[in-house]
């Protein structure tokens, strides 16, 4: 079992919901990302989504949009930041999913970035443009080097797309609460509970619901009926607002323990 199944596996035996913070990695820098993830991990966080920097990030909106040219600005590269994960998992057990779109781990080589993640310690991988019609190689690869693949269903996927995301999936299935671009909301989608319902009559997978999400009180609205909280945009905002400040890291801890307090 990958560590991201043996947590939530963990959490359904206390009865307990997931809280999982994407970070745009190497924004503001590499360094204070590590700094960042292994603060994350001291303030409860159940899994990390680590962002790749990707040059034409189509399903973000301005936030990480901007986390992603400050990090690319800098010299991040996938290599770099595999490299810099490996030497965080001999600090941390915190399940990490490396969250990129297909282009990068293309580029890198899909067999070896495999291999790589593996090795760097990450446990799963989420490919936000990866349609599943063609998900079959690359979740092949993925599966041999025994790293967990995780879709995205919309609120717009049909219940045949639905069965297959299901089919590809292992560690637990993204939800999108709304279409459109990630960002902060001030409300979630009522199209949350159904999709929920329609992706467990397909899967007994947990399902995390993300995009939006930037309060205690959506994280205590999404967690009473999914089986986990994602939040993005709101932790990146965060990042970006005291990039300068030195005491960032934990700045981002006082705000996540802030929203896991609708946990």
Excluded at 98 to 126: C, H, M, R, T, W
Excluded at 145 to 173: C, M, N, Q, Y
Aim: glycine share 8%; with cysteine.
């Amino acid at each position: 079992m990958t560590r991201i199944q043996q947590k939530f596996g963990q959490l359904k035996r206390q009865g307990k919901k997931a809280f999982i913070p994407y970070i745009t990695l190497g924004d503001p820098s590499l360094e204070a990302s590590c700094e960042i993830i292994l603060e994350l991990s001291r303030a409860g966080t159940d899994v990390i989504e680590l962002g790749i920097p990707f040059s034409d990030p189509l399903a973000d909106g301005p936030v990480i949009q901007r986390a992603t040219e400050r990090a690319l600005q800098r010299g991040f590269t996938l290599r770099s930041g595999l490299r810099a994960v490996g030497e965080l998992r001999k600090q941390t057990e915190v399940p990490f999913l490396l969250f990129s779109y297909y282009n990068p781990l293309f580029a890198y080589g899909l067999e070896q970035l495999a291999q790589d993640a593996k090795a760097s310690g990450i446990d799963g991988v989420l490919i936000t443009d990866l349609s599943v019609e063609e998900a079959a190689g690359p979740v092949s690869l993925l599966r041999q080097a025994a790293l967990d693949s995780v879709f995205l269903a919309a609120p717009t996927s049909t219940d045949e797309r639905i069965e297959k995301i299901a089919r590809f999936s292992s560690g637990f299935i993204y939800a999108v609460s709304r279409t459109g671009v990630t960002g902060a909301q001030k409300s979630i989608s009522e199209e949350v509970r159904p999709l929920v319902d329609r992706i467990r009559r397909h899967s007994d997978l947990p399902v995390a619901v993300g995009f939006g999400i930037s309060e205690p009180a959506h994280v205590a609205d999404i967690c009473s009926h999914a089986d986990g909280a994602v939040v993005g945009s709101a932790l990146v905002r965060c990042i970006e607002e005291n990039r300068t400040n030195p005491r960032l890291a934990e700045k981002v801890g006082e705000f996540t323990r802030w929203l896991r307090g609708g946990i």
